[in-house]
């Protein structure tokens, strides 16, 4: 809200992981008048229930949800480009196969290139170069430093 003044019509692409900060996100986009896509490879989904109540937020307040397991379906006509971490805490031991499974998911300028014009990407951070490259990570679109700012003021 803070970069593009309103929420409301904004598409949101989550690309990544379908985790704890994507279900905080499923939760809330459709009740501020957000569009959501996703993509998650097979085995890495939302939760079924946060996927059921995201639905009928989506119904109720007149947004688009989807659910992809292709990264530039998610990215196309996005304003905002999104991940997290493919490996959370407690997940070490399945490094080697969720860095196989989301092959193709590292969000990158070419990813980009099917996004709204005035894209932007968020990260809650730690990043690591796997989930996105160097050049989107720096670019001006990147808000991943004011991001982690605003959650300053949350602490």
């Known amino acids: 809200q803070e970069h593009y003044g309103s929420l409301n019509g904004l598409t949101v692409s989550w690309i990544g992981d379908g985790n704890n900060v994507l279900n905080s996100i499923m939760m809330s986009a459709a009740k501020l008048g957000m569009h959501l896509r996703i ?10 229930r946060i996927t059921k109540i995201a639905e009928q937020y ?12 292709d990264p530039l379906e998610a990215a ?8 997290d971490t493919w490996i959370s805490m407690g997940q070490e031991e399945e490094k080697k196969k969720r860095l196989k499974a989301f092959q193709g998911y590292q969000i990158t300028m070419q990813t980009a290139k099917f996004a709204a014009s005035n894209w932007t990407f968020l990260h809650c ?8 490259d160097d050049e989107v990570f720096y670019s001006p679109q990147s808000l991943v430093f004011h991001e982690a700012e605003n959650r300053k003021w949350t602490i």
């Not at 993509?39 to 079924?48: L, Q």
């Not at 989506?58 to 397991?69: Q, W």
């Not at 951070?125 to 996105?132: F, H, N, Q, S, Y």
């Open 39 to 48: 993509a998650t490879p097979k085995g890495f989904e939302p939760d079924f």
């Open 58 to 69: 989506s119904k109720e307040y007149g947004t688009k949800l989807l659910l992809t397991t």
């Open 76 to 83: 196309s006509g996005a304003n905002v480009l999104a991940t």
């Open 125 to 132: 951070l730690p990043r690591k170069p796997e989930e996105v």
